[in-house]
C-alpha cells in the first residue's frame, strides 16, 4: 500500500493544551478537592503563622531579671523597670524581627514564604500522576499517538504550574484578609512578578519529580520520595526562617535551593523594598533552573516514557 | 530494511522483545496482515501478545527485528505509524472524570485533529458505537460494555489504516461481546479496514479472523484461517478414559485402522481419528477386548480449541506478568463487570 500522510501541516503542539487541560478539569471540576487544596496552604498559614508569632516572645511574657552577684542592683532594677513598660517591648520585639525578618511581623514574612510552599507541594504531585496514568494504560494510549512525548510531560508541568499560580493568589489574598503588611514599593503590579516567579520555580520542581516518576510504576515509592523531600527542601530554605539565623553549615545548601530564590523574590516584590540586583539575581537563577530542568524532562521523556 | 509488498498492511519480521536481559517475551516473529483482513493473535496468557501489539503500536520498543506498518517502520518512522494507526488497549483508558464526548475529543485533540473536524466525527463515532445519549455523562458512571465501545469511538477518531484491539472482549457479558464483535465485522465492511487483535477466546478467533496465528511462550506456532487450521488437525478428536490409570494401551489404540494418533494423559487417551463416527465402535471394541473398562467417551468435530490446545499444549500456565499488567488487568476486569469506577 501507499503510505498515507495524514494532517502534514499539524501543529507540533497539537494536543499539550488538550492533556493539560485534562488534568486541570480533575481540580475546577471537582469543587471538594479544589476546596482542599486551598485549606491546606490557609491552615499553614492561618495557624503556623500565627502561633509561630515570634514577635510574641518579648511581648506576651515579660521577663524580669534576677539580681545578678557582682552587678549594681539599682541597674537591674532600671532594666526591670523597662522590662515591664509594653511600649519597650514592643519596640525590642520589633527591632529585633525587623533586623532578622525585614519586617516585624512574622506571619506576613511566612505567609510570602507558604507561597513557595503551596508550589512544592502542587509540583510534587505531577510524579505521581504519571505513575496513575501509566498504571491505568492511559499513558500507553497517549504513546501510540502522534502527539509529542515533550507535551505528555510538559503538560503535567503546565497543570501544576497553572494550580501553583491559582492556589498563590488565594494564599496571597487571604494573607491580605489576615493582616498581611505589605512594603513601600508594593503594586498591584509586582503580583505578576510573584506569578512569574512562582511560574518559574514550579515549572522546574514539576519537570523534577517527574523526572524521578518517568519509568516509575509504584504509587508507593512516589509518595516515599514526596514525604523524604517535601519539608527538607522546605526547612532548607528562607521559606521559614531566614538564612541569616542558620548554621554555618545550612547556609550553602539554602544557596542552591531553589525555594529560596522564589521566596526572596517574592519577599521582595510583596514585603521588602526592592534590591532591583538581588531580584535580577532570583530571577536569573529561577529561570535557569526551570529552563534546564523541564528540557532535561523533555529528553528524558523522549528515551524513557516508551518502554 | 524490510521490503512492503504492496497488500500487507502490516509485515512483522524478526520481532523480538527481552525483558530484563533474559526474559524472552516475543521471539523472532514473522508474520503479515493483508490489507482488509481481520487477524487475530491468539494465545495463553502471558503468550506475548500484548508485548508485541505494544511494539507495533510503538509504545514499546523491539530488542530485534523490525515492522513495517502501513508502510512505516516502526522505529525509524515511528510518529507515521502513529498516525496511521487506531488502538484500542486492554485497559480501560478513558479519563472517569471526563465525560465520554471530552474524551473523545481528547483523543481527536492527540492526533492533531482541527476542532471542526473531529467535532463531525466525534459525533459520527457516538452514533456508532449508540453512546450519543451518554456522551455528557461522565465516564466513571458507564458500564464496562458502554466504556468498551467509548474506547472503541477513541481508537477510530483518526480514521485508522489499520486498528489494533487488545482483547477487546475481555471481562464483557455475552451481550455486549456480540454487540462488541458485530461492531468489528461493521468496521471491516463498511470502512475495509485492516484490523489486527489478539484474544484468548477462541471462539472469537472464530467467528471475526480472516486468519488467525497462534502464539506460544513468544513464538508463532502456526498460522493460517480457522478453517485451515481445523483441517490440519487431520480428523475427529476422540478421548477416552478407562478405569486403570497404570496401563498404557495406547499401542491397542493405534493398531485400529484410521487412527491416526494417540496421546495418553494418565488413564485418558487424546485419539486423533478419521471419520470418527464410525471408528469410534471399533476403538472400543479393541480396548474391551483387552480386557479394560471404558468410564468415559467423547468425540468432538475439530473446532479452533482443539488447534489451540494441539499447538498449546493442555498445561496450565503460571502467568509471568508485570505487577503493572496484573494491576491493570484486574482494574479492567473489574470495571467491565461494572463494579465501581474507582
Redesign the interface.
Known amino acids: 500500500?501507499?503510505?498515507?500522510?495524514?494532517?502534514n501541516s499539524?501543529?507540533p503542539l497539537?494536543?499539550l493544551?488538550?492533556?493539560t487541560n485534562?488534568e486541570l478539569?480533575?481540580w475546577y471540576?471537582?469543587p471538594y478537592l479544589l476546596a482542599l487544596s486551598i485549606i491546606q496552604p490557609l491552615i499553614w498559614m492561618g495557624l503556623f503563622g500565627r502561633t509561630m508569632d515570634i514577635g510574641a516572645i518579648f511581648t506576651k511574657n515579660p521577663i524580669q531579671i534576677p539580681s545578678i552577684p557582682g552587678v549594681d542592683p539599682s541597674a537591674i532594677a532600671g532594666i526591670n523597670a523597662a522590662l515591664s513598660n509594653p511600649t519597650f517591648l514592643k519596640n525590642v520585639s520589633d527591632t529585633m524581627m525587623a533586623k532578622t525578618f525585614g519586617t516585624s511581623d512574622y506571619f506576613s514574612f511566612m505567609s510570602v514564604g507558604i507561597v513557595s510552599f503551596v508550589t512544592l507541594f502542587t509540583t510534587m504531585f505531577s510524579g505521581m500522576s504519571i505513575v496513575w496514568d501509566?498504571?491505568?494504560?492511559?499513558l500507553?494510549?497517549?504513546?501510540?499517538?502522534?502527539?509529542a512525548r515533550g507535551s505528555i510531560l510538559m503538560s503535567k508541568v503546565f497543570n501544576a504550574v497553572i494550580r501553583s499560580i491559582i492556589q498563590a493568589a488565594i494564599v496571597l489574598g487571604f494573607a491580605f484578609v489576615l493582616g498581611l503588611q505589605v512594603g513601600a514599593d508594593f503594586t498591584p503590579l509586582n503580583l505578576l512578578g510573584v506569578f512569574a516567579a512562582v511560574f518559574l520555580i514550579g515549572m522546574g520542581l514539576s519537570s523534577i519529580f517527574i523526572a524521578i516518576a518517568i519509568r516509575s510504576?509504584r504509587i508507593e515509592t512516589q509518595m516515599a520520595v514526596m514525604n523524604l523531600l517535601n519539608l527538607p527542601l522546605l526547612f532548607t530554605s528562607n521559606a521559614l526562617m531566614p538564612t541569616s539565623v542558620m548554621p554555618d553549615w545550612l547556609q550553602p545548601i539554602t544557596k542552591i535551593n531553589p525555594i529560596t530564590y522564589a521566596t526572596d523574590a517574592t519577599r521582595q516584590l510583596v514585603l521588602y523594598p526592592i534590591n532591583m540586583q538581588q531580584l535580577l539575581v532570583d530571577f536569573a537563577f529561577l529561570g535557569a533552573f526551570a529552563a534546564i530542568f523541564s528540557t532535561v524532562g523533555i529528553l528524558l521523556s523522549w528515551r524513557y516514557l516508551?518502554? | 530494511m524490510t521490503e512492503t509488498k504492496s497488500g500487507d498492511a502490516l509485515v512483522v519480521e524478526g520481532l523480538t522483545r527481552v525483558f530484563n536481559k533474559h526474559l524472552v517475551a516475543v521471539d523472532h516473529v514473522n508474520f503479515q496482515v493483508k490489507e482488509g483482513e481481520i487477524f487475530g493473535f491468539l494465545g495463553p496468557n502471558g503468550a506475548g501478545k500484548t508485548t508485541t501489539i505494544n511494539m507495533l503500536i510503538t509504545v514499546l520498543r523491539p530488542t530485534e527485528g523490525d515492522a513495517i506498518v502501513c508502510g512505516y517502520n516502526i522505529a525509524k518512522q515511528s510518529s507515521e505509524v502513529r498516525s496511521c494507526i487506531g488502538v484500542v488497549p486492554q485497559e480501560y483508558t478513558a479519563d472517569e472524570d471526563l465525560t465520554g464526548w471530552e474524551n473523545i475529543l481528547l483523543c481527536a485533540d492527540l492526533y492533531g485533529i482541527p476542532r471542526d473536524i473531529s467535532k463531525k466525527r466525534a459525533e459520527e463515532l457516538l452514533e456508532l458505537v449508540e453512546l450519543t445519549k451518554f456522551k455528557d455523562k461522565q465516564v466513571a458512571t458507564f458500564s464496562g460494555g458502554m466504556r468498551r465501545r467509548l474506547e472503541l469511538a477513541c481508537g477510530l477518531i483518526n480514521r485508522p489504516h489499520l486498528f489494533f484491539l487488545d482483547e477487546p472482549t475481555l471481562g464483557l457479558d455475552v451481550q455486549t461481546r456480540t454487540a462488541t464483535w458485530n461492531y468489528i465485522k461493521l468496521l471491516k465492511k463498511e470502512y475495509g479496514m485492516t484490523i489486527f487483535l489478539t484474544t484468548h477466546y477462541l471462539e472469537e478467533a472464530d467467528v471475526l479472523c480472516d486468519r488467525v496465528a497462534i502464539i506460544d511462550h513468544g513464538k508463532i506456532v502456526t498460522i493460517g484461517t480457522p478453517e485451515a487450521l481445523k483441517e490440519s488437525l487431520g480428523g475427529d478428536i476422540m478421548t477416552v478414559s478407562i478405569k486403570d490409570g497404570n496401563a498404557d494401551i495406547s499401542n491397542i489404540i493405534e493398531k485400529v485402522p484410521r487412527v491416526k494418533e494417540v496421546k495418553k494423559q494418565d488413564s485418558t487417551y487424546r485419539i486423533k481419528v478419521e471419520e470418527g463416527e464410525e471408528t469410534a465402535p471399533t476403538i472400543l471394541d479393541a480396548i474391551r477386548a483387552e480386557g479394560h473398562t471404558v468410564t468415559r467417551l467423547s468425540l468432538t468435530k475439530p473446532t479452533l480449541d482443539e488447534v489451540y490446545l494441539e499447538y498449546t499444549g493442555r498445561s496450565m500456565r503460571e502467568e509471568e506478568e508485570s505487577k503493572e499488567a496484573a494491576f491493570r488487568q484486574r482494574a479492567t476486569m473489574r470495571r467491565a463487570r461494572g463494579q465501581g469506577g474507582r
Open positions: 500500500m501507499k503510505p498515507r500522510n495524514q494532517q499539524r501543529n497539537h494536543g493544551w488538550s492533556l485534562r478539569k480533575k471540576k471537582n501509566r498504571r491505568l494504560g492511559f500507553n494510549k497517549a504513546l501510540s499517538t502522534p502527539v510504576t516508551s518502554r
